[in-house]
């Protein structure tokens, strides 16, 4: 599996972006799948994702203000990040997961910075 990232840049406070996932190869099996970030100096942590039974979560900070969506068709995962605030800014990495059965795949990552 391959996956590219792409909709990253510099946005101010209560501004929105958009980040695209681009994958390729075979993802049936996966347990989860959706985006990660990394904030300067800190560690990865999830924040959007789908899970193999349907459901979606969402990591409390970004609840209702990020949306995670998938196109099947088109192999593409979105995250819609809206009320954009300077403490998501953070390296941003989509990921199929088919842990632990399996490894992680993860994107490049794309810099989001929210900044005035």
């Known amino acids: 599996v391959e996956s590219v990232e792409s909709g990253g840049g510099l946005v101010q406070p209560g501004g929105s972006l958009r980040l695209s996932c681009a994958y390729s190869?075979?993802?049936?099996?996966?347990?989860?799948m959706g985006w990660y970030r990394q904030p300067p100096g800190k560690g990865r942590d999830w924040v959007a994702i789908?899970?193999?039974?349907?459901?979606?979560k969402y990591d409390d900070s970004v609840n209702g203000r990020f949306t995670i969506s998938r196109d099947n068709a088109k192999n593409t995962m979105s995250l819609q990040m809206n009320n954009l605030k300077p403490e998501d800014t953070a390296v941003y990495y989509c990921?199929?997961?088919?842990?632990?059965?399996?490894?992680?795949?993860w994107g490049q990552g794309t810099q989001v910075t929210v900044s005035s």
């Open positions: 789908f899970t193999s039974d349907g459901s979606t």
């Open positions: 990921i199929v997961d088919f842990r632990p059965l399996g490894p992680p795949y």
């Open positions: 190869g075979r993802i049936s099996g996966f347990n989860r």
